[in-house]
């Protein structure tokens, strides 16, 4: 059996971050009377393998809170840098800058009427290969683009004449094409649907749609670093599936990439992203769930709330992550991914 054990973190250089020029130490006088800052969580350590991905003094930093829930982080760099994530019941889009502002970004993200019951926030946010941003739409029932000057356009709301169920998570490949989920959770009830199944979804760049494959609950969504996989979360089962792209952008047969079932902790498989060595960290019960490619749980990130979806910011090595009302973030020791 496998040891398990929990590390409490410190912050050792608050601006460590950031990036910004060291401040001169304080006096011992200081030192004496300033209180010591603590991690907003603590950190699982199942395997030794995640001293390589997470130094033992890693801190979760706690940034914001107040949102209604937090979901679906993305980090943008061409208009920024600053995070955008979707606070899905307050139908907004929030802006965090690296100064701590806090700001809504799109305001609201659903401006017509909605049916009683239905969620009409953004889920997932991306950024598109022209630097626009994409936002999975619930209650809107598709995908659609923000561009620099402020004009929406929808990329994509149906399925062989069928209305899409509900978006939820999405990614870009690199040839251009655009994966998503598409459960049912932002309509007042399942019934609702148009496609009696939830899907995963290709949007090709000639705008060919194509239906991959469908679960109980399709939700979180990433590449592996060579696009060789797909990770998809299952939120009603609990598990995280993976499956094998092939060379014309459609999928093998799913198998189970890890199975948390049997967890009695809050929360589910949900947001995931994967790293540039191939480990996915993905929220599930209790935390973020790190996980090497072959996929051995080494351990999980516990912020203070049960977290949602995760996004690398900054220089590629911070993990931001969305918690139910709050914004963490934690740095880390190998790169991911920003679009």
């Known amino acids: 059996m496998q040891r398990t054990w929990i ?21 011992s006088a200081e030192s004496a009377t300033k209180e010591p800052m603590v991690s907003a969580g603590t950190i699982e350590r199942i395997d030794p393998a995640l001293d390589d991905l997470l130094s ?5 930093e706690y940034l914001a809170d107040g949102f ?29 800058a690296p100064d701590g502002t806090v700001s809504d970004f799109l305001n609201p993200v659903f401006e017509d009427d909605y049916a009683e019951g239905s969620i009409q926030g953004s889920n997932g946010l991306t950024v598109d ?5 994409v936002m999975a739409e619930h209650h809107g029932r598709r995908v659609s683009r923000l561009a620099a000057d402020g004009s929406r356009s929808v990329v994509v709301d149906s399925y062989d004449g069928q209305r899409l169920n509900s978006p939820n998570d999405l990614v870009y490949k690199s040839d251009g094409s655009l994966y998503f989920t598409d459960p049912p959770y932002g309509l007042p009830s399942p019934e609702d649907r148009e496609i ?15 239906r991959l494959a469908d679960q109980a609950a399709p939700n979180g969504i990433g590449f592996s670093p060579d696009e060789s996989r797909l990770y998809v979360a299952d939120s009603a089962e609990n ?16 198998a189970v990439f890890f199975d948390a079932s049997n967890s ?11 790293d540039d060595r191939g480990n996915l960290w993905a929220t599930g ?8 490619p072959d996929g051995r749980h080494l351990g999980t990130i516990r912020p203070d709330e049960v977290p949602a979806n995760v996004a690398w910011g900054d220089d590629g090595r911070t993990l931001y992550i969305t918690a139910r009302t709050g914004l963490y973030r934690v740095r880390t020791l190998v790169s991911g991914p920003i679009p």
């Open 7 to 27: 590390v409490p973190t410190v912050v050792v250089v608050s601006m460590a971050c950031s990036g910004a020029a060291p401040e001169d130490p304080p006096s």
């Open 56 to 60: 033992t003094d890693a801190m979760i």
């Open 68 to 96: 209604a829930f937090a979901e679906g982080p993305v980090w943008v760099t061409r208009s920024g840098p600053f995070l955008l994530f979707s606070d899905i019941p307050g139908n907004r889009i929030v802006k965090w």
């Open 129 to 133: 290969p022209n630097g626009d941003i």
């Open 196 to 210: 009696e199944v939830n899907g995963i979804y290709r949007l090709a760049t000639d705008g060919t749609m194509t």
């Open 239 to 254: 598990v995280w599936m993976v499956y094998d792209v092939q060379d014309d952008g459609t999928l093998g047969d799913a």
């Open 264 to 274: 009695d902790e809050s929360g589910g498989a949900d947001g995931l992203k994967v």
């Open 285 to 292: 019960p209790g935390g973020v769930w790190v996980f090497a």
